[in-house]
């Protein structure tokens, strides 16, 4: 099965700066990214996904990357703000499989 | 439209005793999801539903755990002689056709908490 691995498992940022979180999977068979938000008590939302055909993919102030070689892709987000702290799981499919991270709690310090 | 809704939303029992889940997908989704998500950690996927198919249980982590999908719509999830280490919180989700590239809508999720 398909295995993906996200760091940091923590970051803290200062508002207005950038936050990185990347994930590696085992599965070259992938080919379906996607990244979600939770909010403490919250379910899981959607925030952006990637599909193995494409190389980046920019939604305002969030981008993923996919490096399909290296089997590695990243969640960015640029100019953080408050209501950006969460925990963001990234995941990855084997047809109609999610296998997802461990999980990046995100704090953006005011 | 509705989302995806889970009932109860929060359960505590003791242990040994059964417990059972809801999740109410959304209307035309055809295929519907369990994941566990223990504190502090990633979603575990347990079962899968497409269709009239047979559900892939691959995930489901002893027989004490089941799940049925009634008419293609709402689901329960089941867990018989519930111990500590199942204390979670139980997260269904739907998809419109179930592919590997199909985006998955998550309810709010039934914490439930095993004394």
């Known amino acids: 099965g398909e295995n993906v691995e996200q760091h940091p498992s923590t970051l803290s940022v200062q508002e207005g700066d950038s936050a990185v979180i990347k994930c590696t999977y085992s599965d070259s068979a992938s080919n379906y990214f996607p990244w979600y938000k939770q909010e403490l008590g919250k379910r899981p939302q959607l925030i952006i996904d990637i599909r193995s055909n494409v190389g980046e993919k920019k939604d305002q102030r969030i981008a993923v990357t996919l490096n399909k070689t290296a089997k590695h892709f990243s969640l960015h987000i640029t100019e953080t703000q408050p209501e950006d702290s969460a925990v963001y799981f990234c995941a990855a499919t084997l047809g109609y499989k999610l296998s997802f991270g461990a999980g990046t709690t995100v704090t953006v310090r005011a | ?115």
């Open chain 2, 1 to 115: 439209g509705a989302g995806v809704s889970q009932s109860p939303s929060n359960k505590v029992t003791e242990k040994g005793k059964d417990v059972e889940l809801r999740c109410d997908p959304i209307s035309g989704h055809t295929a519907l999801y369990w994941y566990r998500q223990s504190l502090g950690q990633g979603l575990e996927f347990l079962i899968y539903f497409q269709g009239n198919s047979a559900p892939d249980k691959s995930g489901l982590p002893s027989d004490r755990f089941s799940a049925e999908r009634t008419g293609g719509s709402v689901s329960t999830l089941t867990i018989q002689r519930t111990q500590q280490e199942d204390s979670a919180v139980y997260l269904c989700a739907s998809s419109p056709q179930g592919t590997g590239a199909d985006t998955q809508y998550f309810g709010p999720g039934t914490r439930l908490t095993v004394l």
